[in-house]
């Protein structure tokens, strides 16, 4: 498959805001390589955990620490795989979540990708202490610990390296961030114009953006683990509630992409009306997030720890996106569209830049160009007229500083554009 010419100047575009600086390389490195690491420490996390759940003297001790007589190997290192998995997708989002930052220049997005950074650093540490705590307590029953004697984790060679790698990987990326911070500024917003509530309209705008990337990736990243837990929960309990419940979420996740979709268009054209369906309607999606909470406490005994801490962050990001969608409705028709509509005019054609050289203007009769000093001084009458008329339309350039100038001018303002 060709590119195309439009194509190729768009990779190119990309390629040269990521390059533009030692900070912009090394912030998506250090995002690349937490995704590489994650993957290998993941890895080895999920090989020692299924050497444990599947561990007879494990199996016959967590029976008897429970009063049960079942084989729950298979639904504990399931649990683990998932949260595993969802962790190591995590990070591969947050690679692309950084692309698309330094794509537009977005320092409210790196902030973010910081922060969850942090957080899963945060999370190595939970996934350590969810494990060994279900160890520990096992080994501390002396009617069901006979077995566990001896019983190693190994959790300082295997989730420790972890930790300390998330956080220091989290801390560098911090300071890359604020190196950013000052590459960037507040540069594309001042491109915008100088009008300080403007400037506060459209920073709201790209929060409010996003946060709906945010939620389509929990919407995707929940699509199979939720599905796990209704059928798991179902199975456990088949209560006509349960199943209610949900059928809720079936509907609620398909709602909850369409909205996303309404929005993205909404904000685009200003549409009220569509905002305010999207904002109504999302108070749906916000209750569905709370009662995933709720089916993941049910599951506790499974290790669903991160699943609870994960979805918690959601509710609030869902929160935060029901508020922001209210205070970009009312931002409508304030003067930003027609910002934004002016800047796409002054991006448009530029005037033509003419080489003087191509115009084949004869030179006078000594042989030297109509332009040197020899033919201004003595065959001033010879001069030939170029029918060429000086408009605004039209540029000429004797030499090349005005080009360069141009030029460095159409790459300056292809570094933006408003709607990205």
Request: a positive charge.
């Amino acid at each position: 498959m060709c590119l195309t010419d439009e194509s190729k100047k768009h990779i190119i575009k990309k390629w040269n805001r990521l390059t533009s600086s030692i900070w912009t390389k090394l912030f998506f490195i250090s995002f690349f390589i937490q995704f590489c690491l994650v993957v290998f420490f993941q890895s080895r996390i999920l090989v020692r955990n299924y050497s444990i759940y599947y561990d007879v003297r494990f199996i016959d001790a967590y029976n008897c620490e429970r009063g049960q007589h079942s084989d729950p190997g298979y639904y504990l290192f399931t649990f683990s795989a998932l949260q595993s998995m969802v962790f190591m997708v995590l990070q591969l989002f947050l690679v692309y979540f950084g692309l698309n930052a330094l794509f537009h220049e977005h320092i409210i997005q790196i902030i973010t990708l910081v922060v969850l950074s942090f957080g899963s650093a945060a999370y190595s540490l939970v996934q350590l202490l969810q494990i060994k705590i279900r160890i520990d307590r096992i080994r501390n029953n002396k009617n069901c610990n006979e077995g566990l004697s001896g019983f190693n984790i190994d959790w300082l060679t295997i989730d420790l390296p972890q930790i300390i790698t998330l956080t220091v990987i989290s801390i560098l990326s911090a300071i890359i961030a604020s190196k950013l911070y000052q590459q960037f500024g507040w540069s594309v917003y001042k491109r915008i114009g100088g009008d300080y509530k403007i400037q506060k309209i459209y920073r709201n705008n790209l929060i409010f953006l996003m946060l709906l990337k945010l939620n389509l990736f929990f919407w995707i990243i929940y699509i199979i683990p939720t599905v796990v837990v209704a059928i798991k929960i179902n199975n456990v309990s088949g209560d006509l509630v349960d199943l209610i419940l949900i059928i809720y979420h079936v509907c609620a996740t398909l709602l909850a992409l369409i909205l996303q979709i309404v929005a993205y268009r909404s904000i685009k054209r200003e549409s009220k009306k569509g905002m305010i369906t999207f904002s109504v309607l999302w108070l749906l999606i916000v209750a569905d997030y709370g009662l995933l909470i709720y089916a993941f406490i049910r599951l506790l005994v499974l290790g669903s720890y991160f699943m609870i801490i994960f979805t918690s962050v959601f509710v609030l990001i869902a929160l935060t996106t029901f508020v922001f969608s209210i205070i970009v409705t009312v931002n409508f028709g304030k003067g930003l569209k027609d910002v934004v509509e002016d800047y796409k005019k002054r991006l448009g054609a530029r005037p033509p830049v003419i080489n003087i050289t191509a115009l084949n203007v004869p030179s006078g009769p000594s042989g030297s160009s109509v332009y040197s000093p020899v033919s201004s001084s003595t065959n001033q009458q010879s001069i030939p007229i170029s029918p060429i008329s000086l408009n605004d339309n039209v540029s000429i350039n004797i030499n090349n500083e005005e080009p360069r100038k141009d030029q460095k001018q159409v790459q300056e303002d292809n570094r933006w554009t408003i709607d990205d």
